[in-house]
C-alpha cells in the first residue's frame, strides 16, 4: 500500500520519537478532527496573543452543515402485493408465490454456490457466504407487469434515500439467492459494479421461514428486515453500508437482488443542484461569510525564527469530508447520498456567493493515534515484544490480517489522542461538471472540516505497533473519504496546478499558443513556490516533454529553468529530442549546461514516477543521442556531445564508488550491473560522434588502478560483438578496439606469471593496516608452508582479525576455541586458495582464446 504524504506537527522530528503532540485537545475534543487546539505553554509565547485564525470557522462551519440534509435514511423498507410479479426460472419453471419448500429445493438444485468480491479478486469461501446462487440469466421477469410495483417502488425509495428529485432509481437484476437452513451472510458491502450505481435492493420472497435476517448498519444505527410469509419485502440501502444476513435456522430464504443505477440530468449549479431540499437564502449568506472568512484569515505559525513573520498566507482551500463512502465510479454530485447531496448543495450554493469553485474529490486520510491500556488492565503490546500487525478489510468488509493478530479484531484496541495524520486528495470532479480526473495533492489541516469525525468512521486498514521502549502503542488506520473542495476563483489556477501538474502545463501550453505569452508566464511564475515539490508526482507519460515544450513558449531563461528543474535526465526519451533541441537553440549552450547539471543533481527518488533508475535509463542513451542529431545536425549534435560529457560524469563516479568496494567477489557481482550501461555509452558516443567523450571514456577504462574491471569490460566486448554487423573501422572508431587490445594484454600479463606451485600456501594481505595485528596476520598468510594459526587474543582484536579476513574474502577459515583466557583464535587456510587460482588462469586462458579469434576474424575483414 503506498504511503501517503504526512503532515507532521513538528515537521523536523521522526514521527516515532514524539512523545506528546504539539497541540493538546480542549475538554471534550478531537484532535484532527473539526475542533479548536490549546497550545501548550511551552510554545505559547512564540505565538501572538491574539490568534488571527481560530479553529472556530471551521467548526462553525462542520455544525451549520451537520444540521442540514432533512430526515433523510440510510436504508429503506417496504413491502407490496405479489399479483404483479411472475417470474420462471430454468429448470425449474414458474416460481409461486409463497415460496413452497419443495419449489426451494428445486431452486437450490439449479443454483451454485455464490461468490464474493475482494478487491479484484472473486472468491468462494463458506465461512465468510454460505449461499446458493441463481445467476439472472436463468431467471425471467415479466417486466410489462413487474414495472406496475417495481418502478412506484423505486420513486418511494428514492425519496427515502433523499436522492434528487430530478432523477430516477432504475433497477437491474444481478442474481436470485436462497439461503437454506444454517446458511448466512457474513458483514460486508456491496461494491460498486458499474457507473451510476448508488445501492442495492433486496426483494424477499415470501416463504415460511425463521431467522435470515438483514441486518444493514450505518455509524451505529442499524436497520433490520426479517421478511414477510404472504408479502414481498423491499429493502434499499447505500452501497456503502456494511450488512449481513444472519443464519436461516429452519426453511428458506429466496430473494432477488438488484444493483440499484441513479439516472438523471448531469450536474447543475446552484442550491438543490446536488439533491436534497433547496437551503433557505440566510443559511447560504452566513456559509458563504464563514466562507470568505476561513479563505482570507492568515494562520498563525507554531514556530517561527526571529525575523520570521508570525502568520503565513489564509488557506487556498476548504475542504469539507462527506459522510458517506464512494468509490472512482460512483463519484458524481448526481449520485451523492443521504445528508450527504444537501451538504454538498449548500456548499455549491454558497461558492457562487463567495465567488469560489467547487469541486468533488476523492480522499485518503490517515491517522497515528495511541493506543491506551486495555480494559484488562494491561497493555496488548507489550507482551508482543513490540510486534506490528496489519489488518485491511476486503471488499465484503471483513477483516484479514497478514498473521494472526493479538488478539481477533484490531477494534480491541482502546484508541487514544491523534499523534499524527493525512489527508491527501486522489481524485476529483473539477467546476464545471468535468469528467473526473487523477490527482494528487495533501491537505493541511487548517483546511479541513466535517460534520463527522474520521474516527467514527470504519477504516479499510489498520496497523498496530506495540511498544518499543521509547515509542510505539500506536495504531495506524486509514480511511477513504469524500469531500467537497472549494477554492477562490482567484487563486483557481494555483489550487488546480497543485492538485494536477498535467492539467497546469496544458493551460500554459494553451495560452502560449493563442499568442497569449505575458499571461502565460505571469501564470508560470505563480507555479515556481511549489513547482518542485508536485511535479514529480505528474508521473504521466509524456510530461517532461510537454514542459520542455512550455518552458520553450515562455521566451524567458530563468522562468523556463524554473519550470524544468525538478526533473531528473532519465526522464528525457527520444521523442524529447526535439523540444531539447529547440531549448538549445533558444537558450545556448550555458543554459543548456546548467540545465544538465541540474537534472543530475535531482535526487535519485524522484526517478520512480518521471523517469527509470540511472543504470536502466543509460540503455536508452544511443536512441536520445541519435533523436538528437536527426533534428538538427549541428544543434543537435551539440546537445547530444553535451548530454554524454553529464551522463560520462555520473557513470564515471558510479564506477568509482563500485572499484571502492574491497571484497573481490563482491565487487564482480557489482560490476555486473554496469556492463549494458558501458556498452550503450559506446554506442551513442559513436553515433553522436562525440569522439572527445569516447576518448576520455577509453582512458579512464585503461588506466593501471583499474584493472578489476577486466570481467566487465570482457563482457561488454562480448555483448558488442554478438551478432554484430559493425564494420572494423566502425569498430575501432567506437573504441572498442582499443577495449579489445587492452583486455589482450592485461590476459597475456597474467598467465605470464608462473601458476602456483603446489604446496604453496602463501597470501597476500591486501590493503594498508598497519598495525601489529595485521603485520602478525600478513606474516602467517605469506607464508608458503603454514596453514594453521593459533592466536590467543581478547575479544576486539579478534574482531579485528575477523574483519580483515572477511573484507578481503580471503580463503582462510577463521574460529574462536572459548576455552582459556583470553579465547583463542584458530586460522585455518582452505584448499578454495588453489580452487580459486585454477578457475580464475582457466577464465583468463579462455577470454584470450576468445579475443585471439576476434582479431582473426577482424584480420580477415580488413584484408582486401
Same mark, same amino acid.
Given at each position: 500500500?503506498?504511503?501517503?504524504?504526512?503532515?507532521?506537527?513538528?515537521?523536523?522530528?521522526?514521527?516515532?520519537?514524539?512523545?506528546?503532540?504539539?497541540?493538546?485537545?480542549? %475538554?471534550?475534543?478531537?484532535?484532527?478532527?473539526?475542533?479548536?487546539?490549546?497550545?501548550?505553554?511551552?510554545?505559547?509565547?512564540?505565538?501572538?496573543?491574539?490568534?488571527?485564525?481560530?479553529?472556530?470557522?471551521?467548526?462553525?462551519?462542520?455544525?451549520?452543515?451537520?444540521?442540514?440534509?432533512?430526515?433523510?435514511?440510510?436504508?429503506?423498507?417496504?413491502?407490496?402485493?405479489?399479483?404483479?410479479?411472475?417470474?420462471?426460472?430454468?429448470?425449474?419453471?414458474?416460481?409461486?408465490?409463497?415460496?413452497?419448500?419443495?419449489?426451494?429445493?428445486?431452486?437450490?438444485?439449479?443454483?451454485?454456490?455464490?461468490?464474493?468480491?475482494?478487491?479484484?479478486?472473486?472468491?468462494?469461501?463458506?465461512?465468510?457466504?454460505?449461499?446458493?446462487?441463481?445467476?439472472?440469466?436463468?431467471?425471467?421477469?415479466?417486466?410489462?407487469?413487474?414495472?406496475?410495483?417495481?418502478?412506484?417502488?423505486?420513486?418511494?425509495?428514492?425519496?427515502?434515500?433523499?436522492?434528487?428529485?430530478?432523477?430516477?432509481?432504475?433497477?437491474?437484476?444481478?442474481?436470485?439467492?436462497?439461503?437454506?437452513?444454517?446458511?448466512?451472510?457474513?458483514?460486508?458491502?456491496?461494491?460498486?459494479?458499474?457507473?451510476?450505481?448508488?445501492?442495492?435492493?433486496?426483494?424477499?420472497?415470501?416463504?415460511?421461514?425463521?431467522?435470515?435476517?438483514?441486518?444493514?448498519?450505518?455509524?451505529?444505527?442499524?436497520?433490520?428486515?426479517?421478511?414477510?410469509?404472504?408479502?414481498?419485502?423491499?429493502?434499499?440501502?447505500?452501497?456503502?453500508?456494511?450488512?449481513?444476513?444472519?443464519?436461516?435456522?429452519?426453511?428458506?430464504?429466496?430473494?432477488?437482488?438488484? !444493483?440499484?443505477?441513479?439516472?438523471?440530468?448531469?450536474?447543475?449549479?446552484?442550491?438543490?443542484?446536488?439533491?436534497?431540499?433547496?437551503?433557505?437564502?440566510?443559511?447560504?449568506?452566513?456559509?458563504?461569510?464563514?466562507?470568505?472568512?476561513?479563505?482570507?484569515?492568515?494562520?498563525?505559525?507554531?514556530?517561527?525564527?526571529?525575523?520570521?513573520? %508570525?502568520?503565513?498566507?489564509?488557506?487556498?482551500?476548504?475542504?469539507?469530508?462527506?459522510?458517506?463512502?464512494?468509490?472512482?465510479?460512483?463519484?458524481?454530485?448526481?449520485?451523492?447520498?443521504?445528508?450527504?447531496?444537501?451538504?454538498?448543495?449548500?456548499?455549491?450554493?454558497?461558492?457562487?456567493?463567495?465567488?469560489?469553485?467547487?469541486?468533488?474529490?476523492?480522499?485518503?486520510?490517515?491517522?497515528?493515534?495511541?493506543?491506551?491500556?486495555?480494559?484488562?488492565?494491561?497493555?496488548?503490546?507489550?507482551?508482543?515484544?513490540?510486534?506490528?500487525?496489519?489488518?485491511?478489510?476486503?471488499?465484503?468488509?471483513?477483516?484479514?490480517?497478514?498473521?494472526?493478530?493479538?488478539?481477533?479484531?484490531?477494534?480491541?484496541?482502546?484508541?487514544?489522542?491523534?499523534?499524527?495524520?493525512?489527508?491527501?486528495?486522489?481524485?476529483?470532479?473539477?467546476?464545471?461538471?468535468?469528467?473526473? &480526473?487523477?490527482?494528487?495533492?495533501?491537505?493541511?489541516? &487548517?483546511?479541513?472540516?466535517?460534520?463527522?469525525?474520521?474516527?467514527?468512521?470504519?477504516?479499510?486498514?489498520?496497523?498496530?505497533?506495540?511498544?518499543?521502549?521509547?515509542?510505539? !502503542?500506536?495504531?495506524?488506520?486509514?480511511?477513504?473519504?469524500?469531500?467537497?473542495?472549494?477554492?477562490?476563483?482567484?487563486?483557481?489556477?494555483?489550487?488546480?496546478?497543485?492538485?494536477?501538474?498535467?492539467?497546469?502545463?496544458?493551460?500554459?501550453?494553451?495560452?502560449?499558443?493563442?499568442?497569449?505569452?505575458?499571461?502565460?508566464?505571469?501564470?508560470?511564475?505563480?507555479?515556481?513556490?511549489?513547482?518542485?515539490?508536485?511535479?514529480?508526482?505528474?508521473?504521466?507519460?509524456?510530461?517532461?516533454?510537454?514542459?520542455?515544450?512550455?518552458?520553450?513558449?515562455?521566451?524567458?531563461?530563468?522562468?523556463?529553468?524554473?519550470?524544468?528543474?525538478?526533473?531528473?535526465?532519465?526522464?528525457?526519451?527520444?521523442?524529447?529530442?526535439?523540444?531539447?533541441?529547440?531549448?538549445?537553440?533558444?537558450?545556448?549552450?550555458?543554459?543548456?549546461?546548467?540545465?544538465?547539471?541540474?537534472?543530475?543533481?535531482?535526487?535519485?527518488?524522484?526517478?520512480?514516477?518521471?523517469?527509470?533508475?540511472?543504470?536502466?535509463?543509460?540503455?536508452?542513451?544511443?536512441?536520445?543521442?541519435?533523436?538528437?542529431?536527426?533534428?538538427?545536425?549541428?544543434?543537435?549534435?551539440?546537445?547530444?556531445?553535451?548530454?554524454?560529457?553529464?551522463?560520462?560524469?555520473?557513470?564515471?563516479?558510479?564506477?568509482?564508488?563500485?572499484?571502492?568496494?574491497?571484497?573481490?567477489?563482491?565487487?564482480?557481482?557489482?560490476?555486473?550491473?554496469?556492463?549494458?550501461?558501458?556498452?550503450?555509452?559506446?554506442?551513442?558516443?559513436?553515433?553522436?560522434?562525440?569522439?572527445?567523450?569516447?576518448? &576520455?571514456?577509453?582512458?579512464?577504462?585503461?588506466?593501471?588502478? !583499474?584493472?578489476?574491471?577486466?570481467?566487465?569490460?570482457?563482457?561488454?566486448?562480448?555483448?558488442?560483438?554478438?551478432?554484430?554487423?559493425?564494420?572494423?573501422?566502425?569498430?575501432?572508431?567506437?573504441?572498442?578496439?582499443?577495449?579489445?587490445?587492452?583486455?589482450?594484454?592485461?590476459?597475456?600479463?597474467?598467465?605470464?606469471?608462473?601458476?602456483?606451485?603446489?604446496?604453496?600456501?602463501?597470501?597476500?594481505?591486501?590493503?594498508?593496516?598497519?598495525?601489529?595485528?595485521?603485520?602478525?596476520?600478513?606474516?602467517?598468510?605469506?607464508?608458503?608452508?603454514?596453514?594453521?594459526?593459533?592466536?590467543?587474543?581478547?575479544?576486539?582484536?579478534?574482531?579485528?582479525?575477523?574483519?580483515?579476513?572477511?573484507?578481503?574474502?580471503?580463503?582462510?577459515?577463521?574460529?574462536?576455541?572459548?576455552?582459556?583466557?583470553?579465547?583463542?583464535?584458530?586460522?585455518?587456510?582452505?584448499?578454495?586458495?588453489?580452487?580459486?587460482?585454477?578457475?580464475?588462469?582457466?577464465?583468463?586462458?579462455?577470454?584470450?582464446?576468445?579475443?585471439?579469434?576476434?582479431? &582473426?576474424?577482424?584480420?580477415?575483414?580488413?584484408?582486401?
Amino acid at each position: 500500500m503506498r504511503r501517503l504524504t504526512t503532515i507532521r506537527h513538528v515537521r523536523d522530528e521522526p514521527r516515532r520519537r514524539r512523545l506528546a503532540p504539539v497541540a493538546r485537545c480542549g %475538554p471534550g475534543r478531537e484532535r484532527g478532527d473539526c475542533t479548536n487546539h490549546e497550545i501548550p505553554p511551552r510554545i505559547r509565547h512564540i505565538l501572538p496573543e491574539e490568534p488571527v485564525v481560530e479553529k472556530k470557522t471551521l467548526d462553525r462551519i462542520g455544525t451549520l452543515l451537520a444540521g442540514l440534509g432533512g430526515p433523510t435514511a440510510f436504508a429503506s423498507k417496504r413491502t407490496a402485493l405479489t399479483e404483479d410479479l411472475h417470474l420462471e426460472v430454468k429448470g425449474v419453471g414458474p416460481v409461486r408465490l409463497p415460496v413452497s419448500r419443495a419449489q426451494a429445493e428445486r431452486l437450490c438444485s439449479v443454483a451454485r454456490p455464490a461468490h464474493y468480491g475482494q478487491g479484484e479478486r472473486t472468491l468462494l469461501d463458506r465461512g465468510i457466504r454460505d449461499t446458493w446462487e441463481v445467476p439472472k440469466s436463468r431467471v425471467k421477469v415479466d417486466e410489462r407487469r413487474w414495472n406496475r410495483t417495481l418502478r412506484p417502488m423505486l420513486e418511494r425509495v428514492r425519496a427515502d434515500l433523499g436522492l434528487p428529485d430530478s432523477h430516477r432509481l432504475r433497477a437491474e437484476l444481478h442474481s436470485m439467492l436462497v439461503y437454506g437452513p444454517g446458511q448466512f451472510f457474513r458483514t460486508h458491502k456491496d461494491s460498486e459494479r458499474s457507473d451510476g450505481m448508488v445501492g442495492t435492493l433486496v426483494v424477499t420472497l415470501p416463504s415460511s421461514f425463521r431467522g435470515g435476517s438483514l441486518v444493514i448498519e450505518h455509524r451505529g444505527e442499524t436497520v433490520t428486515s426479517r421478511g414477510s410469509a404472504s408479502r414481498l419485502s423491499f429493502v434499499a440501502f447505500y452501497a456503502d453500508c456494511p450488512h449481513e444476513v444472519r443464519p436461516v435456522t429452519e426453511g428458506y430464504r429466496v430473494s432477488l437482488t438488484y !444493483n440499484l443505477m441513479l439516472e438523471g440530468p448531469g450536474t447543475g449549479v446552484g442550491p438543490g443542484a446536488a439533491g436534497g431540499d433547496v437551503v433557505d437564502a440566510a443559511t447560504i449568506g452566513t456559509l458563504a461569510d464563514l466562507l470568505s472568512e476561513h479563505l482570507t484569515t492568515p494562520i498563525p505559525r507554531l514556530y517561527r525564527g526571529p525575523n520570521e513573520d %508570525p502568520f503565513r498566507e489564509p488557506p487556498d482551500r476548504l475542504v469539507f469530508l462527506l459522510d458517506h463512502q464512494y468509490t472512482e465510479r460512483g463519484l458524481a454530485w448526481h449520485g451523492l447520498k443521504g445528508e450527504d447531496a444537501a451538504r454538498a448543495a449548500a456548499l455549491r450554493a454558497a461558492a457562487e456567493v463567495a465567488d469560489c469553485d467547487v469541486a468533488l474529490a476523492l480522499a485518503e486520510i490517515h491517522e497515528l493515534r495511541d493506543c491506551l491500556v486495555d480494559d484488562r488492565g494491561w497493555d496488548a503490546g507489550w507482551y508482543g515484544g513490540g510486534h506490528r500487525r496489519r489488518w485491511e478489510r476486503d471488499e465484503d468488509d471483513q477483516w484479514y490480517e497478514d498473521e494472526p493478530p493479538p488478539t481477533d479484531d484490531p477494534d480491541d484496541y482502546p484508541l487514544g489522542d491523534l499523534q499524527d495524520g493525512s489527508v491527501t486528495l486522489t481524485r476529483w470532479i473539477a467546476p464545471p461538471g468535468r469528467k473526473p &480526473e487523477d490527482i494528487h495533492t495533501s491537505v493541511s489541516r &487548517e483546511e479541513v472540516c466535517c460534520a463527522t469525525a474520521t474516527r467514527d468512521l470504519e477504516p479499510y486498514a489498520s496497523e498496530y505497533e506495540g511498544y518499543m521502549g521509547n515509542y510505539g !502503542n500506536t495504531m495506524d488506520r486509514w480511511y477513504r473519504r469524500a469531500a467537497v473542495v472549494l477554492w477562490p476563483r482567484a487563486r483557481a489556477f494555483v489550487v488546480r496546478a497543485e492538485a494536477s501538474p498535467s492539467w497546469a502545463l496544458g493551460t500554459l501550453r494553451k495560452r502560449i499558443r493563442v499568442g497569449a505569452v505575458s499571461e502565460a508566464r505571469e501564470l508560470a511564475r505563480s507555479l515556481v513556490p511549489f513547482w518542485r515539490g508536485v511535479a514529480p508526482r505528474a508521473g504521466r507519460r509524456g510530461f517532461f516533454g510537454l514542459a520542455m515544450v512550455v518552458a520553450d513558449g515562455l521566451d524567458e531563461p530563468e522562468l523556463a529553468a524554473a519550470l524544468l528543474d525538478p526533473f531528473p535526465v532519465e526522464a528525457l526519451t527520444p521523442a524529447d529530442a526535439p523540444a531539447l533541441v529547440a531549448l538549445l537553440e533558444r537558450y545556448g549552450e550555458g543554459w543548456l549546461r546548467g540545465m544538465l547539471s541540474a537534472w543530475s543533481a535531482r535526487d535519485r527518488y524522484w526517478v520512480g514516477s518521471l523517469g527509470q533508475d540511472g543504470v536502466t535509463w543509460l540503455s536508452t542513451l544511443p536512441g536520445v543521442t541519435a533523436a538528437l542529431c536527426e533534428v538538427d545536425a549541428e544543434e543537435g549534435s551539440m546537445g547530444a556531445r553535451m548530454l554524454l560529457e553529464d551522463r560520462w560524469t555520473w557513470l564515471r563516479k558510479r564506477i568509482e564508488e563500485t572499484l571502492a568496494v574491497l571484497p573481490p567477489r563482491r565487487r564482480e557481482r557489482a560490476l555486473e550491473k554496469w556492463d549494458d550501461p558501458v556498452l550503450a555509452f559506446f554506442e551513442a558516443a559513436a553515433k553522436a560522434g562525440a569522439r572527445e567523450v569516447l576518448d &576520455e571514456v577509453v582512458g579512464f577504462l585503461l588506466e593501471d588502478e !583499474n584493472e578489476p574491471l577486466l570481467p566487465c569490460l570482457m563482457r561488454v566486448i562480448r555483448a558488442a560483438a554478438t551478432g554484430d554487423s559493425m564494420t572494423p573501422e566502425a569498430w575501432d572508431a567506437s573504441g572498442l578496439g582499443a577495449l579489445q587490445t587492452h583486455c589482450a594484454s592485461l590476459l597475456k600479463a597474467r598467465l605470464a606469471t608462473p601458476a602456483r606451485a603446489e604446496g604453496d600456501w602463501s597470501l597476500d594481505l591486501p590493503g594498508d593496516c598497519t598495525c601489529e595485528l595485521c603485520a602478525t596476520l600478513a606474516g602467517f598468510l605469506a607464508a608458503s608452508d603454514r596453514t594453521h594459526l593459533e592466536w590467543p587474543l581478547a575479544k576486539q582484536r579478534r574482531r579485528h582479525v575477523h574483519e580483515a579476513l572477511d573484507r578481503h574474502e580471503l580463503p582462510v577459515r577463521h574460529e574462536t576455541r572459548r576455552s582459556g583466557r583470553p579465547y583463542t583464535l584458530v586460522l585455518t587456510k582452505t584448499e578454495e586458495l588453489f580452487q580459486r587460482e585454477v578457475a580464475g588462469r582457466r577464465r583468463w586462458r579462455d577470454d584470450l582464446e576468445w579475443l585471439e579469434e576476434l582479431e &582473426e576474424r577482424s584480420c580477415h575483414a580488413r584484408s582486401p
